[in-house]
């Protein structure tokens, strides 16, 4: 019996936990051109309920842009969504005032909302006068600086937080991909590919399925950084449900989100791939752990060298194993716990071999058993269910002596609903 420490590396848990944080989406000024909708609203919102909340939400819009500004690799997340949840609430009743009273909805100044993607490695603008852009956008905020916290959380070691935070991102995306965007772009007649990349139906379904993987990482790190052993069959199941799940999200852009996939950074789907491979390997491995430990000392020993050979480097792009990590490659900042994870297992291997030649002599299959190799992962997590708080349609108020404008139809979209109120602008 060794006296070697045999138990799991903290490489591990470091690379069990690997998540990327996307940038958020950034609020963008057409030059000469600035959001104010006490200016846009002036005239019919001269009641002191509407006065407050326009009042309110060109504040909160701005610190929103200015929380959004920050470059480099300080984001604020923890700002980015403060901001978002307190401008949501007030951009969500100037809408619902719309919708419910077309006839007084008038605009003394245009508004035309401008944000550029954060996911897409060349960001692209899209610029539109619909409010319900401007909360989709906002909503979307949320999510991704709400999967921010939880990577940042992560890095932190604060992985119970950190799953938390990634299954309330899981939610944003699916209430934006199930409940908003269907809405508005139907209604609205949108090409989804002019639109940023994070406001798709494809893409928002993506993402909710990759911030559920990422939540379940977080899971099998706080159960790696609990003092004893590990269950090993738990952990197991998990990480063949996150490669399946990766596995998921990557075929859902492929699918649904084509265009979309494309304008993202190749290096996240570099990522993506080893992420794959690295939950195919460490479900081996804790299968290779609880065999062991059951008394299966053969069948372990098989089932950890089927671990190891998923961690060699692959020999083309679509060979199996690991992508390569070359001096430019995204993966050359985990390389030094890559090689830790690798050297684990060798000693672990060379240990465990010695042991059943000298004690146990348990025969050891060349390859693993297709009736011991788990034929599904466990999926355990679900999003955090995210709704919008109901809110009180703010008076808008028209005068008696007040000219006959264009007026929309309550059957008509918000961005119909735009268009003609655009109309009456220019012909005023």
């Not at 309920?49 to 909160?60: C, G, I, M, P």
């Amino acid at each position: 019996m060794s006296d070697i420490d045999l138990s799991h590396p903290n490489a591990m848990i470091r690379l069990s936990s690997t998540a990327l944080r996307f940038r958020c989406p950034s609020i963008e000024s057409t030059k000469g051109f600035t959001i104010s909708f006490v200016k846009s609203f002036k005239t019919v919102g001269t009641h002191p309920t509407t006065k407050s909340v326009l009042e309110q939400a060109d504040s909160s819009r701005s610190y929103l842009k200015t929380s959004l500004a920050t470059k480099g690799s300080n984001i604020p997340h923890k700002k980015i969504v403060g901001a978002a949840q307190k401008y949501v609430p007030f951009i969500n009743q100037i809408l619902f005032a719309c919708k419910m009273q077309p006839e007084n909805a008038r605009l003394d100044v245009r508004l035309l909302f401008e944000w550029e993607s954060g996911i897409e490695k060349a960001p692209r603008s899209f610029k539109s006068e619909a409010i319900m852009y401007e909360l989709i956008m906002a909503i979307a905020t949320d999510g991704l600086g709400t999967a921010g916290i939880a990577c940042d959380e992560s890095i932190n070691g604060d992985f119970a937080s950190a799953s938390r935070n990634f299954k309330k991102a899981a939610g944003i995306m699916d209430f934006l991909a199930t409940d908003q965007l269907p809405q508005w772009i139907s209604k609205a007649d949108l090409d989804e590919n002019t639109l940023p990349s994070e406001i798709t139906l494809g893409t928002t379904e993506a993402l909710k399925i990759l911030f559920l993987a990422n939540a379940q990482q977080m899971a099998v790190a706080t159960t790696l950084v609990k003092p004893g052993v590990p269950k090993y069959s738990l952990l197991a199941k998990l990480s063949l449900g996150i490669k399946e799940q990766l596995e998921m999200f990557v075929q859902t852009m492929r699918s649904r989100a084509a265009t979309q996939k494309s304008r993202m950074d190749p290096d996240f789907f570099t990522l993506m791939t080893f992420q794959i491979e690295l939950n195919n390997s460490l479900c081996d491995y804790f299968l290779a752990r609880n065999h062991w430990d059951s008394g299966q000392y053969g069948l372990a020993i098989s089932f950890l060298c089927s671990s190891k050979a998923m961690l060699r480097t692959r020999d083309s792009p679509l060979g199996k194993g690991l992508p390569e990590i070359s001096s430019k490659s995204p993966l050359k900042a985990i390389e030094a716990d890559l090689n830790e994870l690798k050297s684990h297992m060798n000693i672990l291997l060379t240990s465990w071999e010695k042991d059943n030649s000298k004690i146990y002599f348990d025969k050891v299959p060349l390859s693993v058993p297709a009736d011991k190799k788990l034929s599904a992962g466990l999926q355990m997590m679900k999003p955090e269910e995210y709704k919008l708080d109901d809110v009180e349609p703010i008076p808008l108020i028209v005068a008696a002596d007040e000219g006959g404008p264009v007026i929309p139809s309550t059957e008509e979209s918000d961005h119909e609903m735009a268009l003609r109120l655009q109309e009456q602008l220019n012909t005023n």
